[in-house]
């Protein structure tokens, strides 16, 4: 028996347990190599079948983690077992998965380039790019809510109801998934915005596609099969916000 199973045994992890916290692992240390958190930041989870969640520890390198390393707490936040305890920003995952029964992983980083547009006050839902309007539509701004503090999931609670991303004002991202690599995907797609965002509005003035064009690239959903929820069609932090 290899010491991966030795451990997988002695721990008494289900097989879905188990590959969950490696891929949390593995999700981990690609946010901390792309540079989409430093030192501690950052917290990723995942929702097992049977509706609990195993999340990243407080205050660990999330870059460095190995599976035992890793928090099981319900959907009320409370510890399932005697393991570590879970992240100070578990409230932005447990509001996430409540408001969301679809949702099965949350990825929460501070990527710098959507977080520096937030202090600009540049808005990422301006329609530029057509595979984010197609795709995820734009990604809304959350107010500024105290990190450690209620405050925070309270901010983002409208938003994810409709929204797959989320910026976070002064602080970081949500992105929601399907699975941990969906979830990684929509952060992936987020900052690669924020940094065309940045560029363009360093160089010029940024213009929004016209809305005829807009309308062409969402009317492109239905023959490619797109079915994500969508922030230009349902208006998510723009007064709308159905699912
Ligand atoms: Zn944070």
Redesign the pocket.
Known sequence: MSSVEELIQSRGWSDEEARLRSAICEIGRLCYQRNYIVGA???ISARLADGTLIITPAGAMKGFLAPEQLAHVDLQGRPVDLGPKAST?VG?HLVSYRERPDVRAVL???PPHAVALTLAGIDMQIPVIPEIIVTIGGIPTAPFGT?GTDE?AASIRDIVRCSDTVV?QN??SVTLGANLLDAYKKLDMLEHTAKILWIANCIGTVKPLPADAVQKLLGTRTELGIRTLNTLENQCGRGGGSR
């Open positions: 930041d950052g917290n920003e932005i929460h980083c501070h990190p925070l976070m602080h970081g």
